[in-house]
Structure formats: structure tokens, C-alpha cells
């Protein structure tokens, strides 16, 4: 019995090692071809037939972004806010998902229930209210109204929670029988279990927050606050035509690379966090 059964198993692999292969084949491909229209001459980026290889490689289409958009400067307040807003929600959601998990006091799940009640509610919804609160502090066309607004985030609380949940009672007593407080408790034995769970929040919520558009698009008006996003739909929006295409292909491939970086980085602790807030040994 144990023959077919290993052989069908071994066939089940295989396929999805050859599904999946295909389906990197493709992504790569799109991938390499950004990258090889990016430094294509302006007047071969359209041509037809298609052509995978430019003629010559204009390395100069490099530096197109930065010397004729403010790339630069949506480049720094992307990085700015996301670095912002993911320490942000790290340390909220931690010292919420903390409480949740090991304190008792009256009001406790209901106040859980409630933040996983805003999970249902789409964002867009409280845009406007939010855009009338931040309005009236004066926060429109600041890093103020970008970053605090994001500090915090329901699935961030509910994904500590699971975690924390997840750290034996133990080490929390002997450490409160040691005269630690539940700062330090938090702090010194806490943090250290959870920094699996703690790295895939931070990759969560930067690359959500590197890649959102619609709040952006609303707090910032002008290219000394207009984050990556907003900045290369308002590159697109100037219609160049054929010209522009090296130049938005470079834009958004360099958009991409920290994401990209990032989860290369904190993968291990990517799948550690995920698998431990599951409750997965």
C-alpha cells in the first residue's frame, strides 16, 4: 500500500514543482523585460515586432528619474513614512497585543472584539471623517498627517495577540517574582520570543504602507510631502509618451527594490512570525 500511495505523492510533487517553476518563469520574464526596456533607447521601447534586446544599453536612462522628476524627494519621504509608520505599529500593536494576551481586567475581550470588528469595515469608509480630523489639526501637507493616522493597525494587534498568547505564563511570573515591572517584563522577556512575529508585522506593514496610494494621495498635494506612489502616478500623469517609458520603468523598478530587499531579509523571521502566531511548533 505504501507504493502507490509514496509514488502518487512523489507525482503530486513533482507537479507542483513544475507549476510553480512555470509560474516564477513568467514572473521573472515580465521582470527581465522591465529591466531590459528600461535601458532600451526612447524610440525602440514601442517598436514592433517586439524586440527583447535594446540595440545599445543607454545606461543614462538610470538616472532619468532623478534628474527630471523629484524622484528623489518621493524616494526620501516614502522611506520616511514607511520607516515612520512601521516602528509605529510595532510598538503599539506589540504593547496592545500584550495586553490582550496576559492581562485581566473587565472589558478586556469586548475590547478585542471590537478591534477585530474594524477588520470588516473597509478602509475608505472613515477617509473622510479621518480627512476632517486631520484637516483640523492643521496636519494636511505634513509627515504628520501621513504617519500618525498609520500608527497602529487592528490585524497588527490581533497577530501580537496570537503570539504573545503563545509565551508560557512562567517565564511572565518569574520574572514579575525578579521585582520587574510590566514595562520591563514586555521588554526583556516578551520581545525577545516574539521577534519572529514581531519582523513579519514590520514587513505587513511597510510594504502596505510603501505601496498605499489613496491617503497619500489626499494628505499630500505637493513634492515635498508626496510619497512614491502619488509621485509616480503624477510622473505617469505628464504623458511623455515612448520618451517617458525607460524613465517610468526605472522609476517603479527602484520603487520595488526595497520591498523587495526587505522580505529577502526577514524572510526566516517572515515564516517564524507567521507559524508562531498560528500556534504551529
Not at 515580465?30 to 524610440?43: I, N, Q, R
Not at 500608527?151 to 497577530?159: C, D, E, K
Request: charged share 10%.
Amino acid at each position: 500500500m505504501s507504493g502507490p500511495r509514496s509514488g502518487a505523492a512523489r507525482v503530486g510533487r513533482l507537479t507542483t514543482l513544475i507549476v510553480a517553476g512555470l509560474g516564477g518563469l513568467v514572473f521573472a520574464s515580465v521582470l527581465v523585460y522591465a529591466v531590459l526596456t528600461a535601458l532600451k533607447p526612447a524610440s525602440e521601447v514601442l517598436a514592433v515586432p517586439l524586440r527583447w534586446l535594446p540595440t545599445t544599453f543607454e545606461w543614462s536612462n538610470l538616472t532619468l528619474p532623478f534628474t527630471e522628476t523629484p524622484f528623489a524627494r518621493y524616494f526620501l519621504n516614502s522611506t520616511v513614512v514607511g520607516i515612520s509608520v512601521t516602528l509605529l505599529n510595532v510598538v503599539t500593536c506589540t504593547a496592545a497585543g500584550f495586553s490582550f494576551a496576559k492581562f485581566r481586567y473587565r472589558g478586556r475581550d469586548a475590547a478585542f472584539m471590537i478591534v477585530l470588528a474594524t477588520l470588516m469595515i473597509p478602509v475608505e469608509i472613515i477617509y473622510v471623517p479621518l480627512y476632517s480630523l486631520v484637516y483640523s489639526l492643521g496636519w494636511v501637507n505634513s509627515f504628520a498627517g501621513l504617519i500618525v493616522p498609520a500608527g497602529t493597525s487592528a490585524f497588527g494587534i490581533f497577530l501580537m495577540r496570537q503570539a504573545i498568547g503563545n509565551v508560557p505564563d512562567e517565564l511572565l511570573e518569574a520574572a514579575r517574582l525578579d521585582g520587574a515591572g510590566d514595562l520591563r517584563t514586555l521588554v526583556s522577556i516578551v520581545v525577545p520570543v516574539v521577534r519572529g512575529p514581531m519582523a513579519a508585522l514590520a514587513l505587513f506593514i511597510f510594504m502596505l504602507n510603501w505601496d498605499s496610494h489613496l491617503w497619500p494621495l489626499l494628505i499630500a498635494s505637493d513634492d515635498e510631502h508626496r510619497t512614491l506612489p502619488v509621485g509616480l502616478a503624477a510622473m505617469q500623469a505628464d504623458n511623455l509618451g515612448s520618451a517617458a517609458v525607460p524613465m517610468m520603468l526605472v522609476a517603479a523598478l527602484l520603487a520595488a527594490l526595497p520591498t523587495v530587499l526587505l522580505f529577502v531579509t526577514l524572510q526566516r523571521r517572515f515564516v517564524e512570525g507567521v507559524t508562531m502566531s498560528a500556534g504551529i511548533r
